[in-house]
């Protein structure tokens, strides 16, 4: 089908990769990793690779230590073993034609003493217990309440931040293209940047200004591993998923933008709208007007878009890029099904976390099903 001028499949320079299209998939938690030592494996390559003529994979979140593992399965990238599964991974994904991102991952708080080293509480910027958090800690666990964390230390912040420049480190061994911080879906940096979850009385806490600084830090410190070009970073300004609120997003998020817009990344991913919740109906157009008003790089849209949508919020200028998630999972080769508006394969939910090839690499597709039938 002639394509020319389909919004979705003009390239699009992104850092130093030329994207082919403007289909890009989404982190996604699957909790398929090899135990013990949440390494990937050789069924999480084969995922990874039916997937790459996304224009752009950004990884499953990946924790950068053994501190900021908050859910049972999901792969780390602090080990030489993490390294090497990873890196089959990488090399299916680029025999395959593909880019891939890493995206990298602290919980703070979301987690539990059985996950962490020595039993240890989690950690936030404030000790508040995330009211009807829940995460899984084994395979029979079911989801359990997170308990209170404990607040961090002003003097452990250089650590957090060195946790993220190692995990940039290795993820650049690992063969990746490139980084995404996720600062999105309250997690750790999440959690300093919003007020609802930071009330912090040191430089870290209080004003947007020092909230904004241990994020900031953390994406100071991966830029000096990978280049500004190679970096971006994940938010979701107005998410209620894990607990989280700010009392002002478009002045955060806003503020937020103008900083990373300084240090120059190469994309800031935004999660409009989240099937985990959200404290906005719809798509908060005044927060995405502040981000886009601070921000002159790259502006990725997430949140439960089809491809007509997508289509017109390129062509509007409301997003550059869009991450599918769900529908990814389903479709391993979504963008062709998109080309040629084919019918969608449907995600099968109860599949989504933790089990082995089921609803994992055997969505068929259209190929294959053509081959079928």
Known sequence: ?????????????????TLPNRVLMSPLTRSRSSQPGDVPNDMNAQYYQQRAGAGLIISEATQVSPQGKGYAFTPGIHSEEQIEGWRKVTSAVHMAGGRIHMQLWHVGRISHTALQPDGKQPVAPSAIKPEGAKTFISADSGMVDVPEPRALETSE????????????????????????????????LDQFLKSGSNQRSDEFGGSVENRMRLPLMVIEAVIDVWGKENVGV?????????????????????????????????YIEVVEDSFQGNHANGRPESVIDAIQAGFH?????????????????????????????RLFIANPDLPERFRQHAELNKWDDSTFYGGDERGYTDYPTLKELETIA
């Open 234 to 266: 994940r938010v979701s300004p107005t998410g209620s998923f894990n607990a989280m609120y700010d009392e002002d997003p478009e002045e955060t998020f806003g503020e937020f933008a103008k900083r990373l817009n300084a240090l120059g990344i190469s």
């Open 297 to 325: 790089g790259t502006y990725i849209a997430n949140g439960a878009y089809t491809a007509e949508e997508a289509r017109k919020r390129i062509g509007s200028g409301r997003c550059d890029l869009v991450t599918f998630g």
């Open 1 to 17: 089908m002639n394509n020319v001028n389909d919004a979705l499949f003009q390239p699009h320079d992104l850092g130093t990769l």
């Open 157 to 188: 912040m250089a650590d957090i931040v060195e946790q993220y420049r190692q995990g940039a480190l290795n993820a650049k061994a690992a063969g990746f293209d490139g980084v995404e911080v996720h600062a999105a879906n309250g997690y750790l």
